[in-house]
């Protein structure tokens, strides 16, 4: 498993694409739309491999919560080979559950919670269950 990317939360999407790339010099990378309404865009600097998404959940979507301070922290996301068996181990070493391994497109997805309730993503091309 390796740290994949940091995912924040965000009030307006436009604007914070515009901070990130005209302040911070980042480049938006890839983006898309989420299977409950949210809206992400994942962002590169020039010179690293580490990249920001963005991630913008507008009311009346599943996630969507009025923001308050704190909830910044959307989520972190690791690279593992296979999601359905590491979602399995980390609830066994004492993850709290979050959403089961699910696919969409060529990945699977699955979400566990730390402690305090941060959501961790898992990733992969893990084989789909039979």
């Known amino acids: 498993m390796y740290f994949r990317y940091t995912g924040v939360r965000v009030r307006n999407l436009q604007r914070s694409l515009r901070f990130y790339t005209k302040v911070m010099g980042m480049k938006a990378h890839l983006e898309g739309k989420m299977w409950h309404g949210g809206v992400w865009v994942e962002l590169k600097s020039p010179n690293s491999s580490q990249r920001l998404e963005l991630n913008y959940y507008p009311p009346g979507t599943k996630y969507y919560e009025k923001f308050k301070t704190g909830s910044e922290m959307d989520h972190l996301a690791f690279w593992v080979k296979d999601v359905d068996k590491r979602y399995a181990q ?41």
């Open 90 to 130: 980390l609830l066994k070493k004492g993850a709290k559950k979050g959403i089961a391994p699910f696919a969409q497109g060529k990945y699977r997805f699955a979400f566990v919670k730390d402690p305090d309730g941060i959501w961790i993503e898992l990733i992969g091309r893990g084989k789909r269950p039979s």
